[in-house]
């Protein structure tokens, strides 16, 4: 076999790969899964989840908080194609929104949003979600405690005078 040969049948099969995505995902799922957005870690999140769903893969949330508002959200995952459409979509509906808003999110909304999605895969998208919303909440809880060391910090003070 030639070098041209081999190229064609390469390019043959991700032919096929893509029009299989295509298919499954839709446009819009499809481009995605071409080109995720809002993939990756981030060093300085305000809150961060990790949550492996019941198929044994892993998702990760990041999220940056501004006032009452997501500011920035991202995720990184280990799971399938599905799973980082899922992760992307969600970062993407999270972003901008009110904390009770996410609170709200569910997989539904993201596999609204999507459009089209592999009815065996739709628990990507609820993973996606959960973990998010894990996120907020390890933000929440330190945020919490950011406000009881303060109220400390205050007795101490009040014990000072
Ligand atoms: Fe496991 Fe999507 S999260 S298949």
């Known amino acids: 076999m030639n070098d041209a040969e081999f190229d064609a ?10 029009a299989e995505a295509r298919n499954a995902l839709g446009v ?9 957005r809002f993939c990756g870690k981030m060093t300085d999140s305000d809150g961060f989840a990790r949550v492996k769903g019941s198929c044994g893969d892993t998702m990760e949330m990041y999220i940056k908080v501004e006032g009452e508002r997501l500011r920035e959200v991202s995720y990184t995952t280990d799971g399938c194609g599905s799973s980082s459409v ?11 929104r009110s904390i009770e808003e996410v609170f709200d999110l ?8 999507i ?4 009815e065996a895969e ?12 894990e996120a907020l909440n390890a933000y929440m809880v330190a945020q919490t405690k950011k406000g009881k060391l303060k109220e400390l910090n205050h007795i101490n003070i009040d014990h000072c005078s």
């Open 28 to 36: 819009k799922g499809f481009d995605r899964w071409r080109n995720p």
């Open 122 to 133: 739709e628990h990507c998208a609820y993973l996606a979600v959960k973990t998010l919303q």
């Open 115 to 118: 459009g089209s999605f592999p």
């Open 106 to 113: 569910s997989g539904a909304d993201v596999l609204k949003e």
């Open 86 to 96: 899922a992760g992307s979509f969600t970062a993407e509906l999270a972003t901008g």
């Open 9 to 18: 049948i390469v390019n043959k099969i991700q032919e096929e790969v893509f």
